[in-house]
């Protein structure tokens, strides 16, 4: 349930900011029908994301982690953007300093038409080689589902591939951590549909803060970040956005 006065004084907010940021996570996806890491219906079989997302539980089984993001994959393949993403593509449209950094994979956003998109933790549709070979590009693009075959393989080296999204212990790329950085000197920062608990990322909300944004959360629920915020609005990202940008 929303409760009219934040949405209101942050569309107050909002109409006189001239630079806005916003940093997504799972939650503004969920709408879409994108499941959710973290909480009740988040669990992939019995394994909890931090047991699946990390480069030694690939060199271990990377059967059992390419099964979960090829299930994965048909589910977002599937999923359509919803009023979340298009609010915010429609933002970024129309201020060209408003910008959108998200934490996920799943490329809603993109499809939105959201501009100057910042994807801190890449994309599912992309694969990198796992060995890594100096034939292959970075990443490249791959859009197959489901696969052709149970493990893809770089089309250079034959080595395994591996989904080009950054796993726990990764260095998150430093020209897209920089353009986040950057984003964060503005006047409102809104975190939406995000736990707030995995970094950097969580960290933007504090570094928004430090250098004087007025901080809002967007969320279903009370995350580790809605005591540090101005602003925690406990709602649906979907329903949220649209009733702020109605006010605008
Ligand atoms: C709704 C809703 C609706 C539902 N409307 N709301 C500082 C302190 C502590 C630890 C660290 C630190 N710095 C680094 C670390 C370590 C680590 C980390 O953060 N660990 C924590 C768990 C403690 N971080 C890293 O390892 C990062 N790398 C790094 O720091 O490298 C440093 C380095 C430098 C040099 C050399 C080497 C290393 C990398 C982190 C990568 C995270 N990757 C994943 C997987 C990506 C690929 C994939 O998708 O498979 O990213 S993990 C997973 O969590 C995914 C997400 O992007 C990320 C965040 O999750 P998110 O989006 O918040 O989702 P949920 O499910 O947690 O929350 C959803 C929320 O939505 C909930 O709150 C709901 O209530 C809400 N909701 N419906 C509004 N309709
Ligand atoms: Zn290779």
């Given at each position: 349930m929303t409760t009219d006065h934040p949405v209101r004084a942050l569309a107050a907010r909002l109409r006189g900011a001239r630079r806005v940021t916003v940093l997504t996570g799972a939650g503004v996806s969920a709408a879409s029908g994108v499941p959710t890491f973290r909480g009740p219906n988040g669990l992939w079989r019995r394994y909890r994301v931090e047991e699946l997302a990390t480069p030694q539980a690939f060199a271990r089984e990377p059967r059992l982690v390419w099964d979960w993001y090829a299930w994965r994959r048909e589910q977002i393949a599937a999923c359509r953007p919803n009023r979340a993403h298009e609010?915010?593509?429609?933002?970024?449209?129309?201020?060209?300093?408003?910008?959108?950094?998200?934490?996920?994979?799943?490329?809603?956003?993109?499809?939105?038409?959201?501009?100057?998109?910042?994807?801190?933790?890449?994309?599912?549709?992309?694969?990198?080689?796992?060995?890594?070979?100096?034939?292959?590009?970075?990443?490249?693009?791959?859009?197959?589902v489901p696969f052709p075959e149970p493990l893809p393989r770089c089309p250079h080296c034959a080595a395994l591939a591996r989904p080009a999204v950054v796993w726990f212990g990764e260095p998150l790329n430093a020209r897209d951590l920089r353009a986040a950085h950057e984003a964060a000197a503005c006047d409102v920062f809104i975190a939406a549909g995000t736990s707030a608990l995995v970094y950097p990322a969580a960290g933007l909300i504090d570094a928004a803060r430090a250098r004087g944004a007025f901080t809002v959360e967007i969320n279903l629920e009370t995350t580790s970040a809605s005591a540090a915020v101005d602003v925690a609005i406990q709602g649906a990202a979907e329903e949220v956005l649209p009733e702020i940008e109605a006010l605008l």
């Open positions: 609010v915010l593509a429609a933002w970024s449209v129309r201020h060209a300093a408003w910008r959108v950094i998200t934490q996920n994979v799943d490329d809603l956003h993109l499809r939105a038409g959201t501009r100057e998109l910042i994807r801190l933790h890449g994309s599912i549709w992309e694969m990198s080689c796992w060995a890594p070979c100096d034939r292959a590009p970075r990443r490249w693009r791959d859009e197959r």
